[in-house]
């Protein structure tokens, strides 16, 4: 139950305090005494249990103003005219139940009070502010998948801002003005790109593994070796994603090593389909044994079965050219025999999060047929961003400028020793006394489970907790990871062997390392 104070009551004094968040020191200082004073003789009034929680400079509930007292205070009628009264009048309830509660328990002093329109107009913002926010990616993983994996190019940027707004030709045939297929917008690109006689795209790549297990061996058999029966993350397991597909998974060869011949062996009347799947998320290594795509090929046409493989990054790019770890292209894989190849469009490709499918004609329009492809079907908004991301393809030599996944797989390392050379001194002193700082050699990640066996050299800053010994060490870590996030551009680290890492190759020095020295002199506060 709401108690407004009643005018000429002390109350009212802290009431009309509560208004006033810019009112002069003195009439503060003044209210703040009557407050008090209340608080003192509310407790007394109302008997022993409130006494009991009612320290001197509580306020009790009585002080509180009612939500339309609130609402009328001018601070508050300018967060109105800006956000409108209903959403407003919301968070004051809110807000006033809260601080009411603290009143009961005896937790809100009484100068808090004269705070409330500013602690309103903070929930307001608060409330308002995006849930999805930039942060600063200082992991040393380049595709992080829990940080959105690739960062989508300027040009990919641009045609998602210059189409989202306005009607579009998303499924409208320009040259012939009649209904299109959304599809055409990247399939001539994709097939360009990659030799592919056709090509459509899904939602993701599991969305693209379904649907073409689905579609090629729905009600049949399909044939996968035991060494690549991988669990992606998440639910999607290869076995499952079979079930869910309503296709028989026939296993053969052992965790370590397949043949040939046992894809010959299992191959009979009910298969529909061999499926080969790019281990990515993990290295089998030793005493082993694959049957490469180019290989199963001629076994596949040899049983008149397709040959599918499921490459997980697929590189349009050959990575060697630039040192880095080789990955499976596409391209290659037609050329060496697949019949249907997918892949991830927010991995390697550097593009937004889609499915990619590309192969023999006839296939893809089997899969670009089935029912589930409704479903599956990639919006427009990451349909802009990826018919973008594949004409940057058409340039090559511009790749590594222009699209952001290439241009930090590429950055050389004394580049991001430099940067860690210029960021020391200023990260040395935000943090100490209680971090000692060094500039170290280390190694990072391509990430989206691109060979993760495989680090990239890198460069960066540690920061080494300042401690007598042992104890303490997690602590301080914990409490400087927590203040990095907390910061208005979050940044995240990564803890290795009691040390903080902060990797830069990441750090954008055009746009980010500004915004990162900016925040210094908070993070230095915050440590303080
Ligand atoms: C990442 C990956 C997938 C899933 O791709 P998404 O685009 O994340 O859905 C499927 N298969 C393999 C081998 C992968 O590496």
């Given amino acids: ?228 029966l991988v669990e992606i993350g998440g639910a999607f397991r290869m076995p499952d994603v079979m079930a869910a597909a309503g296709a028989r998974l026939v296993e053969v060869g052992t965790t370590n090593r397949t043949h040939a011949r046992d894809y010959q062996a299992a191959i009979g009347p009910q298969t529909a389909l061999l499926l080969k799947v790019h281990t990515s998320n993990y290295a089998i290594q030793g005493f082993t044994a694959s049957v490469s795509e180019a290989e199963l090929a001629p076994i596949a046409r040899a049983a008149g079965v397709p040959l599918m493989t499921d490459l997980g990054s697929g590189s349009l790019v050959d990575l060697a050219q630039w040192s880095l770890p080789a990955e499976p292209l596409p391209q290659q894989m037609l050329a060496d025999g697949c019949d249907v190849v997918t892949f991830s469009g927010d991995k390697l490709l550097g593009g937004p999060q889609a499915g990619l499918i590309v192969g023999r004609q006839d296939l893809v329009q089997k899969i670009r047929k089935f029912p589930m492809k409704r479903a599956l079907r990639l919006s427009k908004l990451p349909l802009a961003a990826l018919e973008a991301t594949l004409r940057l393809y058409l340039q090559p030599d511009r790749l590594t400028q222009d699209l952001p996944t290439l241009r930090l797989l590429t950055r050389p390392v004394d580049q991001i020793q430099a940067q860690a050379d210029r960021l020391l001194a200023r990260v040395q002193d935000a943090v100490a006394p209680r971090f000692a700082v060094r500039v170290s050699a280390m190694r990072g990640q391509i990430g989206s489970g691109s060979l993760p066996v495989e680090t990239l050299p890198s460069s960066g800053l540690v920061l080494t907790p300042q401690l007598p010994g042992k104890r303490g060490v997690g602590r301080a870590l914990d409490e400087l990871l927590t203040a990095l996030r907390a910061l208005p551009l979050p940044v995240i680290a990564r803890v290795q062997s009691d040390e903080l890492w902060l990797d830069l190759r990441c750090l954008d020095e055009a746009r980010e390392e500004g915004e990162f020295i900016d925040q210094l002199a908070l993070l230095k506060e915050s440590l303080a």
């Fill in 1 to 228: 139950m709401v108690h407004g104070p009643t005018a000429g009551s002390p109350a009212a004094a802290s009431d009309s305090l509560a208004h006033g968040a810019t009112a002069a020191t003195a009439v503060a200082t003044a209210t703040v005494a009557a407050t008090t004073a209340t608080a003192t003789a509310t407790a007394a009034a109302d008997g022993a249990a409130a006494a009991v929680s009612a320290a001197p400079g509580a306020a009790v509930p009585k002080d509180l103003p009612s939500v339309d007292r609130l609402l009328r205070d001018e601070a508050v009628t300018h967060l109105m005219a800006r956000h409108g009264h209903a959403f407003v009048a919301a968070e004051a309830r809110r807000l006033l139940e809260d601080w009411r509660r603290r009143a009961v328990e005896g937790t809100l002093a009484a100068h808090e009070l004269r705070h409330l329109p500013a602690e309103l107009e903070r929930r307001c913002e608060q409330r308002l502010a995006p849930r999805m926010r930039r942060v600063i990616n200082l992991t040393g993983t380049v595709l992080h998948t829990n940080l959105g994996r690739a960062l989508l190019a300027d040009e990919a940027l641009q045609q998602v801002l210059a189409c989202m707004g306005s009607p579009n030709n998303l499924e409208f045939d320009l040259a012939r003005g009649e209904r299109g297929d959304r599809d055409s917008l990247v399939e001539s690109l994709l097939c360009e790109i990659t030799g592919a006689e056709a090509a459509t795209v899904v939602n993701n790549n599991a969305a693209a593994v379904l649907l073409g297990i689905a579609a090629l061996a729905g009600g049949k058999e399909a044939i996968v070796s035991r060494g690549e």
